[in-house]
Every structure is written in C-alpha cells, then in structure tokens.
C-alpha cells in the first residue's frame, strides 16, 4: 500500500530564510514521488519529482527535495524563502509500475512567509 | 505535458439539483481521474474515467451520487447528484499516461469550486 506523511500541516518562514517541507511515505514498491504547488484559487502545479534517478532532485523556483530511502523520506527544500512562494504544498506518491498509476496526496502543508 | 480546459470555474447551486463539470484535454490520454478537495483538506480520489466503460470508484463513492462518463481519450464529465452542503469542494479533473503518469506525473485541471447553498 502507498500513503504519504506531511509532518508539518502549517510552516511559517521569513522571506529570504531557508524553506524546509517534510515528508515521509509508505510504499510497497519503488516508488515516484512528487511535490505540488496550489496557489490560493489556483489549480495544481508540478513543482519536481523524483522517478529513480538522481536521488537530489531540482524543481521550479529553486526548490529541491532528496529521496532517502533509508529514512523513506523526502523532504522539500529552498534556501531563501520569496513571498510567492506562501501556497499549500502537497507531497504524493505514486507506484511506479503500476499501470493504474494512481496518486496518493498527503494532507498538505500551509506555507506562510513574512516580509 | 496536456493541457486541460475545466469548466465551469465556479457554481453556486441549489440542494436537490445536480452539476455537471466537464474536463476537455488537447490531446489524447489514457488515464483521467476525478478528485475532491474539501474545504481545507487534501485531495481525494472520486474515480477513474475509463473510455468506453463504467468509471472506476473509489470507497466511499457510488456511481448514482457522481456519474462519470468518458466517450473519448480526451473528454469527460463528472456530475455531481442531488447536492447538499456537504458537496461544497473543489473538484480537480486530472490526466495522465498511467505507468508513464506514475513515473512522471500528472496534469490537473484548474478546478471547480462548488458552492451548495
């Protein structure tokens, strides 16, 4: 079975602070992960994703997340928060293989970031 | 990657009635999917669109509260039955290539914010 953990429902930084998500996940098999964006009434927006290669994995507007299977975790990274980055994260899985293919979200987490 | 065209944006509708929503995507897919995103919550798979056979639901939703159809790879529609307050979310039309959409992710719609007054 595949779920995902987001640790963090709310996560509040400076502007030019760094940005840490977390998330951790429960798959059967090896897994895709990703990260999404959702503006405030806007749809979703594929930030990065991660589908066995290069565990370090960069996305748009300089975010980055690692795949550490040891830890089944992968956490969303930026070094210097920006005030369009405030917006719901959702970290998913997915089971690579699977010719459903369906996605899994975690619950989110709520990005605030003050001037 | 699609690009997907879902409409309408935005409803503010009667209990009792029924809304359709419909999800147009500029080229084929294979995989479609139906999710609802209550008020402040995570999204939640409704179904996936098969063409040319009965949608497949997931638990906790039926066919006669929200039937799906899918006549060809690149539209399908989402009724939402008999509404209630409770129907209040953001319903997300979603395409992919299946395997090829697990490894590489998926396209959403904007979505449809429904109101049910």
């Known amino acids: 079975a595949q779920s995902v953990t987001q640790l963090d429902s709310h996560v509040s930084v400076s502007e030019g602070t760094p940005v840490l998500l977390r998330c951790n996940y429960s798959?059967?098999?090896?897994?895709?992960l990703f990260w999404y964006v959702q503006h405030p009434n806007k749809g979703l927006q594929l930030l990065l994703k991660?589908?066995?290669?290069?565990?370090l994995v960069k996305g748009i507007n300089g975010f980055e997340a690692e795949f550490k299977k040891s830890e089944t975790s992968f956490h969303l990274t930026k070094p210097s928060a920006h005030m369009s980055d405030a917006a719901e994260y959702f970290c998913?899985?997915?089971?690579?293989?699977?010719?459903?293919?369906?996605?899994?979200f975690g619950r989110g987490t709520q990005l605030t970031v003050w001037p | 990657s699609a690009v997907i065209s879902q409409k309408p944006s935005r409803d503010i509708c009667q209990r009792g009635t029924s809304l359709t929503i419909q999800c147009q995507v500029d080229?084929?897919?294979?995989?479609m999917f139906w999710y609802r995103q209550q008020p402040g919550q995570s999204l939640t798979l409704i179904a996936t669109?098969?063409?040319?056979?009965?949608?497949?639901?997931e638990s906790g939703f039926v066919i006669d509260k929200f039937p799906i159809s899918r006549p060809n790879l690149t539209f399908s529609t989402l009724t939402v039955s008999n509404m209630s307050p409770e129907d209040s979310s953001i319903y997300l039309c979603?395409?992919?290539?299946?395997?090829?959409?697990?490894?590489?992710?998926?396209?959403f719609g904007s979505g449809t914010r429904l109101t049910v007054v």
């Open positions: 979603s395409v992919g290539g299946g395997a090829a959409g697990a490894n590489y992710g998926y396209t």
């Open positions: 798959s059967s098999y090896s897994p895709s």
């Open positions: 991660y589908t066995s290669a290069a565990t």
């Open positions: 998913v899985v997915s089971s690579r293989g699977s010719t459903l293919g369906r996605l899994y």
């Open positions: 080229s084929q897919v294979t995989m």
């Open positions: 669109a098969n063409q040319g056979s009965e949608a497949t639901y």
